[in-house]
């Protein structure tokens, strides 16, 4: 049984929404600041891994959705969770908007 309960966290990071959008979809850029390793680039339809060799955790990652430069929807964890990237451009850089929900 779900519920209506969601966390939310935002950031600003002063840097272009295109550069943004691309560290998170690109393992390339990702490892050095997120997880340490991917089986490959965010895409839409497509199943990833992302490995924490740190703390010897692997989370297997379903990409739903993808709309270039606004958002990002995933479902991964265990037990699963949906988690959206939103992306919106601000005065200062971009807003990155991360929302988990579908808890069980």
Known sequence: MSSNVYVEAQMLIRRPIEDVFEAFINPEVTTHFWFTKSTGKLEEGKTVTWE???????NVVNVHKIIPNQLIKTEWGEP??????EFKTMENGTLVVIKSYGFS
């Open 52 to 58: 924490w060799e740190m703390y010897g955790v692997k």
């Open 80 to 85: 699963s969770v949906y988690v959206d990237y």
